[in-house]
């Protein structure tokens, strides 16, 4: 069994903020602390949105910062690059998986939730609770060979209460069904959702320790059920404050006055950055910032 294993999982589709700074910090700070490896992973997979010199732009600007990490695109490793679009195969098998198991159903809304489910949902993005209207739909004639573009939402079991202690935040629970709903993990363009994809990547790559921000803990416990229902053993959580700007909103690739790249050009070294994104005590209120 390897040992502590954390990830570094940044999209390509805009430059790295202060944000990403301190999360990714955080995450080399525990990973170092416990003697750990880190992979890092380009999680690539919306075409709409992913560009390679956002690629080249995340991996010099987290280098300059002074993150390292031992496995991940310039470093071949077990599962050569980690990039996400070349990936597919590993994710159709998981679905595969998922459908024989019978725990996903096809859903034809054609819903927000639906066409944001390659993205990872942050701060104010989270989908409301689907309704149900297609919990009962036949499954496709299977000569259709895929041909019709539905969607696949993983059915929750109504009810249950996904239970983990957060490295942070202590004790967590969610209710399936209440807290959020279905949820897709396979698009009709024939792609995984960014749900389905982190997971099945975070077991191959043997990750224990997911490190990520405080607004993805509902999806967290989306995962935990796709972890269980895949039969792979969930690793350990650490949900990090959320930086926001002046006015409380999270920080995006939108802000780029905040944006590594920027800072750097200014002159900021990679302690004032760190001190920047650290700027006030994790717990506290107000973790905000203005440059
Ligand atoms: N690529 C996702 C993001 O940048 C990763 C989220 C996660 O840590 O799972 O938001």
Redesign the pocket.
């Known amino acids: 069994m390897p040992g502590y294993r954390g990830?570094l999982?940044?999209?390509p589709t805009g430059l790295m903020h202060l944000g990403?700074a301190r999360?990714f910090w955080m995450a080399q700070t525990r990973a170092t602390a416990a003697s750990g490896a880190l992979v890092m992973?380009n999680?690539d997979l919306d075409p709409s949105r992913a560009r390679s010199e956002f690629t080249a732009a995340m991996l010099e600007d987290l280098h300059w910062l002074g993150l390292r990490w031992e496995e991940g695109p310039d470093c071949g490793g077990p599962f050569g690059p980690y990039s996400q679009s070349l990936r597919m195969d590993f994710y159709r098998a998981a679905f595969a998986q998922l459908q024989r198991s019978g725990c996903v159903y096809p859903c034809n809304c054609s819903r927000q939730d639906v066409l944001r489910a390659l993205?990872?949902p942050?701060a104010g993005e989270d989908e409301p609770v689907y309704p149900g209207t297609c919990r009962h739909n036949p499954l496709p004639d299977p000569l259709d060979n895929g041909k019709s573009r539905i969607n696949w939402r993983f059915r929750v079991p109504e009810g249950r209460s996904i239970c983990f202690t957060d490295g942070r935040l202590g004790h967590q629970t969610s209710i399936a069904g209440v807290d959020f709903g279905d949820f897709v993990v396979w698009r009709h363009d024939d792609s995984p959702s960014?749900q389905l994809a982190?997971v099945v990547d975070?077991a191959a790559m043997q990750i224990s320790e997911?490190?990520?921000?405080a607004d993805?803990l509902r999806?967290t416990a989306r995962q935990w059920l796709l972890y269980e229902a895949l039969g792979f053993v969930p690793p350990a959580f650490y949900h990090c404050e959320l930086l926001t700007d002046s006015e409380g909103v999270r920080l995006a690739k939108r802000h780029d006055a905040l944006s590594l790249r920027t800072l750097r050009h200014q002159g900021f070294t990679p302690e004032d950055v760190l001190k920047l994104a650290f700027n006030s005590p994790e717990g506290q209120q107000g973790n905000s910032i203005s440059v």
């Open positions: 990830r999982a940044p999209s990403h999360t992973r999680e993205q990872a942050h960014y982190v975070d997911v490190v990520r921000g993805l999806s």
